[in-house]
């Protein structure tokens, strides 16, 4: 039982290089969800999307692009890192229902020089 | 807009002893949901508790549990017989609709635990 995979766990990256962070789940939820975590400023939400096909910006999207590939995958896009976008990013998806918690994958951890 | 406050930088507990770690939030909406998560220092997130905003009785789940207080908007995690594995960073969220059974879900800055022996 899988829940929520993210690949890769760790990445370095140059400024300027690009660079896609994986995410899929296996627990065939619609809802699917892009967080970065920064120290003192909890999580905060890039993109999501409520179901294959779609997807709406969040809190802080500038710098970053979403594919929600098929059901399972939701994939995040950096085109040109900059340092400012080094963070945690983790991944969430949700089960239908009117209160749910949010299901996270381990996170990747993102360092850009 | 919706907001999500946690005023608690740090707190320290004694093994064995209860500790309240406090959550306010702000929202326009009459439905919404309360979560509590746990991140230890490995860094995942872990789901505690919820509560739902036309739940009366407070959620429990364990030692865990949520003290709403709807007028006030705040929901307080209580954690009963604190245990050393506790000390972690402790998140509070809300889910906020957005339209045709859409959800986001806004986090609080966290409280960060240590529990003492």
């Known amino acids: 039982n899988a829940g929520v995979t993210q690949t890769p766990k760790f990445q370095v990256l140059k400024t300027g290089q690009s660079m896609t962070l994986q995410c899929a789940q296996d627990?065939?939820?619609?809802?699917m969800y892009w967080y970065r975590q920064d120290p003192g400023m909890g999580l905060r939400l890039i993109y999501y999307s409520a179901s294959e096909g779609t997807t709406d910006k969040g809190e802080v999207p500038n710098g970053y692009n979403v594919s929600r590939l098929n059901k399972r995958e939701f994939s995040l896009r950096l085109e040109s890192a900059a340092p400012s976008q080094t963070s945690v990013y983790f991944c969430?998806?949700?089960?239908?229902?009117?209160?749910?918690?949010?299901?996270f994958g381990n996170g990747t951890r993102l360092t850009v020089t | 807009a919706q907001k999500i406050t946690q005023t608690q930088p740090g707190m320290f507990v004694q093994e064995k002893e209860a500790v309240t770690l406090d959550c306010t939030y702000d929202?326009?909406?009459?439905?919404?949901?309360l979560f509590w998560y746990k991140q230890p220092s490995s860094g995942e997130m872990i789901f505690l508790i919820y509560?739902?905003?036309?739940?009366?009785q407070n959620a429990t789940e364990g030692r865990y549990s949520l003290n709403f207080q709807k007028a006030r908007k705040s929901a307080n995690l209580v954690i009963s017989a604190s245990q050393l594995g506790d000390s972690a960073m402790y998140f509070c969220a809300m889910r906020e609709g957005v339209g045709s059974g859409t959800y986001k879900y806004i986090f609080g800055t966290g409280t960060r635990l240590k529990v003492l022996a």
């Open positions: 969430a998806s949700r089960e239908e229902g009117w209160i749910s918690p949010l299901h």
């Open positions: 627990m065939n939820h619609n809802s």
């Open positions: 509560q739902g905003s036309y739940d009366e």
């Open positions: 929202t326009s909406d009459q439905s919404y949901g």
